[in-house]
């Protein structure tokens, strides 16, 4: 008996899914567009939510910003849940390589005193802000509309907790676990952290979600990730001798560059959408900037003293460049 075995090309009726298809085309679409596009629920809801009888339970009118689809809000990372815990595994890796050498080479040990005292001052109550920043992307996922804005949004909430946790695993690396409790109180209680509680506080209460998104992620965190883990961590406590510290917060500045560019891919859309858009988003970036800078101020003079004012108006310039390349008017 012979068998005769021959290659069939079996062509598929569908190249994806019908929803993908209908912003794509039938072509092969990554696994990103399949988890993003058409995924939003539009229709056939039961019930308004009783805190907001207003609006539907997901509705475009919670925001002044207008689009005529929301999925072109695309995130240049191309994250779904599975590219999205794969790149933060690498990270948390690469972490712990971190940890592991400052262990065995003794380098909290090595440092000063007065040094590893001033780090837990400045850095501890900033678990507090980041906090603020879970609980704002939290509330941008479920406030805003359209996958393609709102899972990078939860995305994001999770790395600011990730952000907390890595603070807090610093704290108890470098002094007992009182330190933890310190940075409670000064929080809570310090006069030159006020003003950035106050501002944090502000923003739980924002009803628009792409407010939010524009105050949290690129005012707030536009300006506090590169004042303190750039001027302050990397040019200032790492050349006093604090590589330790800046090895245990690596993950904080790389997170911060890689995020911007899904803050700024989704700010240059929404601005060219329209000129009432741009106007809009232009106005809420020049207001909480404002009002991040002057809040930033007393922490800024606590890190690096007099050169602070300096530094921080420095990332302001920064950040204003970032608003004018995304197509903002300031």
């Not at 090309?9 to 058409?38: C, H, M, N």
């Not at 690498?90 to 712990?96: N, P, V």
Request: proline share 5%; with cysteine; net charge negative.
């Amino acid at each position: 008996m012979t068998i005769d075995l021959q290659v069939r090309a079996i062509q598929p009726l569908r190249q994806t899914f019908a929803r993908v298809a209908a912003y794509t085309g039938d072509k092969p679409a990554s696994r990103y567009l399949e988890a993003t596009l058409g995924v939003q629920p539009t229709a056939n809801f039961h019930y308004r939510p009783t805190w907001e009888p207003d609006f539907e339970l997901f509705d475009v009118r919670r925001t002044a910003v207008r689009m005529a689809d929301w999925y072109a809000l695309r995130d240049p990372r191309q994250f779904y849940y599975a590219t999205w815990t794969m790149a933060r595994a690498r990270q948390q890796d690469a972490m712990e390589a971190n940890y592991q050498f400052v262990e065995s080479r003794g380098l909290v040990q090595k440092m000063p005193d007065a040094l590893r005292a001033h780090a837990c001052e400045v850095l501890m109550p900033l678990r507090h802000a980041a906090w603020g920043g879970n609980m704002n992307n939290c509330s941008v996922c479920s406030r805003g509309y359209g996958t393609a804005f709102t899972a990078p949004a939860m995305f994001h909430a999770m790395d600011h907790l990730g952000v907390a946790q890595y603070l807090t695993r610093l704290g108890l690396a470098l002094e007992e676990p009182g330190v933890l409790e310190a940075g409670r109180n000064a929080w809570l209680q310090d006069a030159r952290w006020q003003p950035l509680r106050r501002l944090v506080e502000d923003t739980l209460v924002l009803q628009d979600p792409f407010e939010l998104f524009v105050a949290q992620n690129l005012a707030i965190d536009g300006l506090l990730y590169p004042l303190v883990y750039g001027q302050y961590v990397d040019e200032h406590l790492a050349l006093q001798g604090g590589t330790a510290a800046a090895m245990l917060t690596a993950f904080m500045p790389e997170w911060h560059d890689e995020s911007a560019r899904w803050v700024d891919a989704v700010v240059k859309v929404a601005a060219a959408e329209s000129d009432d858009n741009r106007r809009l988003i232009s106005g809420w970036t020049l207001a909480y900037a404002g009002r991040a800078q002057a809040a930033l101020a007393p922490l800024a003079e606590l890190a690096l003293g007099e050169p602070g004012a300096a530094a921080l108006q420095a990332v302001r310039e920064a950040l204003d460049a970032r608003a004018r390349k995304a197509g903002l008017d300031l």
